[in-house]
DNA sequence: CGCAACATTGAGGGCCCTCAAGAGGTGTGG
DNA sequence: CCACACCTCTTGAGGGCCCTCAATGTTGCG
């Protein structure tokens, strides 16, 4: 069979969304992401906050704030219009960071996949959550109550000093995000996102490939621009000959040429 | 004798830190900055931070730590290319954070007046700062090393909780930005700008003023447009009846209609 | 096959940038 | 004192980037 398209990955997501049964090729990539093994939970909290092991007073003192719930697909995770007093995370699946618009429609800005964080800032300030949330597939959501964690955080330093790092890399990243948004055009941004994500082949260097794991939409909502225009600026990077496209498996050829353009 | 023009920022606001004097409206409004005293050293904690005073040994503990040097107009004050060792906060003055492109100027992205953190996030990390940072007049700068304050958070679980919080309140704050420059166009974020900038008059609500405390090329810098589009966006907004502009002073005629006019 | 969803392609237009010129203001040097 | 240099802000003309709208092609499903 071999269809031109590989894993057409988008397509399942709003049918899932929609409670329609999947089938195909599709619905086995999605299900193989679901049949990942859900992590166990010193994988979760090392991918959470962050490089060394926890000591297990530290792991145990988490888990016993912990409350972990299953979100069905299409359900939403997190709202702005909800007060945030846990920190909320995700430990396996798939879930939408956006912003439910007045008509009811979502506008994705951001996909997340388990194990992440979804809310980690907004307990801490005592707002409600700064974006909406939605699941894409079924998702396992952990939170952890704010007051009851600041209190562990007394009596457990380390985690605090984890806390503080998750925190500050997310800064670094937004801030990094922000600049780019500020100062970089759209075929700048989109060579910046391929480069990021290149996953090198086992050749000398200067060849890639990068797969898409969402809808070409959702990867155009990330960058702020529209499918149109992504769809116009794969097909001028292909003319240049610095990627190849064919469905959802993106070629790099060159990844020097393709850095070079996510300078301007 | 050094140029006017060795400092390649600011000129008012460098002009003003040199002790020139401004004539009219404009130096009136940018006058009133420099007024501001250096604030004290609770002052200072407490602005950086956040709510409720801290305890004498929190604010010992601080104290022990903090270095504080002075920085000359126009100096740089945070670099790309430095590690980032310390936390870097600023008790008086005014700075402004960007990039220093590849020809030596400096692309302003933002302007910070102490008493403000600078750079809360890039120690914590072990990276380099992610910005880059240049003086516009006589800076006070406080620094925290990193290793030493880790060690005393663990003594002072109220000093990490702050920082936390601190940390937390600027993801919001750049998340929200985010957002704004991902969906919002440019009368929009100039509205938005102006309105969450408004100081009430007297009056009974729906009028105010905006102060401007910056060249107003800086203020398109932080919206992320030209210099011209932000004039002709204000004699639009003028021309709507929205505002009123003369000089560095700008009068809200209508907080409602601005507030509008961010909505989009 | 008809239907639904996504991606692609083209035509047209709006927003905002770039470039250029001019006014107003302020120090500097003759 | 006055011409001059230099900076900032403003205003206009022109153009490029990217969005909007519409049509078409592909794939998967009933």
Redesign the interface.
Known sequence: MEPRYAAPLGTPVLREAAGIRLAGEAGAALRATQAKAMASDAELWRALLGGAPLSDAEAGALEALARTHTVPTGQGVLSRSAAADTLVALRSGEVALG?RTADGTF?T?RIVRGPAWLD??????G?TH??DAQALGPAQVVELPRAAL?AR??VH?GL??R???G??????A??????E???KDAPARLAQWLHQRCEPVDDTGNQAVVRLHERKRDVASQL?ITPETLSRLMRSFTRQGVIEVSGYLVRVLDTVALERLAQA
């Open positions: 912003f506008r800005e980690l800032s907004s307990a801490w300030t707002d700064v974006m600041a955080l007394a330093p605090a000093q806390v503080i790092e925190l500050a890399r997310e800064v670094q937004l801030a990094v995000n922000t600049h948004l500020m100062h702020a």
